[in-house]
């Protein structure tokens, strides 16, 4: 992601997982860098899904920005090959510049079929949570010496 001023010039860019909680710390970051911010994006379909839903939830404009469009624009733009920060960068000024760029409708029965899912998901996370946190308390119970031998700094849960 890519945060750039009226004149162009780049304010703020990070690399952001596509997971809620670090989609949820950038635009809250965004929103206060920026007073107002139009967001662009060069994919609308399921991959970007989770990003437009969270941006439709939090008020936030989104402009799709088609690829072909962005790779034009690329050639602009001297310096590095492609990488992610550059794509983000040229994608903004892409925004910038041009003013007939699609608003992106995020339909409200997605926003909510989303926070249904992740409702679901945090439960369940709760449930595995307690499960194990059981399970530990009877071995522990039986088997002191085994909770004291396991190393559970090598364990980070499954992968």
């Given at each position: 992601?890519c945060?750039i001023?009226?004149?162009?010039?780049?304010?703020?860019?990070?690399?952001v997982?596509?997971?809620?909680?670090?989609?949820?710390e950038?635009i809250?970051h965004?929103?206060?860098?920026?007073?107002?911010?139009?967001?662009?994006?060069?994919v609308?379909?399921?991959?970007?899904g989770?990003?437009?839903?969270?941006?439709?939830?939090?008020?936030?404009r989104?402009r799709?920005?088609?690829?072909?469009?962005?790779?034009?624009?690329?050639?602009a733009?001297?310096?590095?090959?492609?990488?992610?920060?550059?794509?983000?960068?040229v994608?903004?000024?892409?925004?910038?510049?041009?003013g007939?760029?699609?608003?992106v409708?995020?339909?409200?029965?997605?926003?909510t079929?989303?926070?249904?899912?992740?409702t679901?998901?945090?439960d369940?996370?709760?449930?595995r949570?307690?499960?194990?946190?059981?399970?530990?308390?009877?071995?522990?119970?039986?088997?002191?010496?085994?909770?004291?031998?396991?190393?559970?700094?090598?364990?980070?849960?499954?992968?």
């Open positions: 992601m945060l001023d009226d004149d162009g010039t780049s304010i703020w860019s990070r690399k997982a596509n997971d809620e909680q670090a989609i949820l950038a809250d965004v929103a206060g860098l920026a007073e107002q911010s139009v967001w662009a994006v060069d609308t379909g399921t991959m970007s989770l990003l437009l839903a969270l941006l439709a939830a939090h008020g936030h989104v799709y920005a088609p690829g072909r469009i962005v790779n034009r624009m690329a050639t733009y001297r310096g590095e090959a492609k990488t992610d920060a550059r794509d983000a960068y994608m903004a000024e892409t925004l910038r510049h041009r007939d760029l699609t608003e409708d995020v339909p409200s029965e997605l926003v079929q989303l926070q249904l899912l992740v679901h998901r945090a369940l996370v709760a449930d949570v307690r499960m194990v946190n059981r399970l530990r308390d009877v071995l522990l119970g039986y088997f002191p010496t085994l909770e004291r031998a396991f190393d559970y700094s090598h364990n980070h849960g499954a992968s």
